[in-house]
C-alpha cells in the first residue's frame, strides 16, 4: 500500500499563482485533512473532510479551497498564492471511527515557496 | 479552543541517556486523546506513542514512555537509552472526542539532539 500520496513534493510559485497540491490516499479513509507547518509554529489545520461531498474549514482556512468528489483524492487549491503561504504542507487521513484508536497517517509533505 | 504548549524548543541528550520532553495542555473536556509524533529531518511525521485520557496507566511503546498527569495538564514524554536515530523534532498533540472530528491540535515542538 502506498498511505498517503502527496504531489508535488516542491514548488516554487510567483505572487498571483494558482496552483492544487495534490493528496491521495489508498486505505479507503473516510477522514482527510490538510495541515501547514511553519518554523516554531507546529502544524495547523486548514481543512478537513468526513467524507465524499463534505468538507469544513480548520484553523486557518484563508486562502485555501478544498473539495472532496472521491473518497481516495482531497486537492488543496491557492487560488493566489501569496508569502505567506510559503510553507510545508500535509495531507493525512484516517478510518474516521469514533473509538479514538485511530491515528492520522501523513504525506510525506509539500514544500512550497511563494515568491 | 484547545491549545498544546512545549515550553523546550530545544533538547539535547547523551547517547544512550535518558531525556524527558515536556507538554501541558489545555482543555475543559474529560475524555480526550493525546499523542507524540516525531519528525526526523526527512519530515515525515511519524506516531510515537498516545495515550486515552480515561486510562489512569501510562502508556509506553520499548524505549518511549509518557507521564500522563490529568489534573495537572501535563502529558511529558521519556526516551530512554537514546539513540542517534531518535534526534528528531517532537510534537504533541491532543484530539478531542466530541464530534467525531480526527482533528489535531500540535504544540510547537522540540528539537532533540542526540550527542554520540
Known amino acids: 500500500n502506498a498511505g498517503v500520496t502527496q504531489t508535488p513534493k516542491f514548488q516554487v510559485l510567483k505572487t498571483g499563482q494558482s496552483m492544487t497540491l495534490q493528496c491521495a490516499q489508498d486505505?479507503?479513509?473516510?477522514?482527510m485533512s490538510w495541515y501547514r507547518q511553519d518554523p516554531g509554529m507546529g502544524l495547523r489545520l486548514i481543512h478537513y473532510?468526513?467524507?465524499?461531498?463534505?468538507?469544513d474549514q480548520g484553523e486557518v482556512p484563508n486562502g485555501y479551497n478544498v473539495s472532496r468528489s472521491t473518497t481516495e483524492d482531497f486537492p488543496l487549491r491557492l487560488l493566489s498564492a501569496a508569502p505567506s503561504q510559503t510553507s510545508v504542507y500535509f495531507c493525512?487521513?484516517?478510518?474516521?471511527?469514533?473509538?479514538?484508536?485511530?491515528?492520522?497517517?501523513f504525506g510525506a509533505g509539500s514544500r512550497l515557496t511563494v515568491l | 479552543a484547545q491549545t498544546v504548549t512545549q515550553s523546550q524548543p530545544e533538547m539535547s541528550v547523551q547517547e544512550a541517556e535518558t531525556v524527558t520532553l515536556s507538554c501541558t495542555y489545555d482543555?475543559?473536556?474529560?475524555?480526550?486523546?493525546l499523542f507524540w509524533y516525531k519528525q526526523p529531518p526527512s519530515r515525515q511525521m511519524i506516531l510515537v506513542i498516545r495515550?486515552?485520557?480515561?486510562?489512569?496507566q501510562n502508556a509506553t511503546e520499548n524505549r518511549f514512555s509518557v507521564n500522563f498527569q490529568k489534573a495537572a495538564k501535563s502529558f511529558s514524554l521519556k526516551i530512554s537509552d537514546s539513540q542517534l536515530g531518535d534526534a528528531a523534532m517532537y510534537f504533541c498533540?491532543?484530539?478531542?472526542?466530541?464530534?467525531?472530528?480526527?482533528?489535531?491540535?500540535f504544540g510547537k515542538g522540540t528539537k532533540l539532539t542526540v550527542n554520540p
Open positions: 493525512a487521513s484516517s478510518s474516521g471511527r469514533i473509538s479514538g484508536a485511530n491515528v492520522l497517517t
Open positions: 486505505m479507503n479513509h473516510e477522514y
Open positions: 473532510s468526513v467524507g465524499a461531498g463534505i468538507t
Open positions: 482543555t475543559s473536556e474529560s475524555d480526550y486523546y
Open positions: 495515550q486515552e485520557a480515561y486510562k489512569q
Open positions: 498533540a491532543y484530539r478531542s472526542l466530541q464530534g467525531g472530528s480526527e482533528k489535531l491540535v
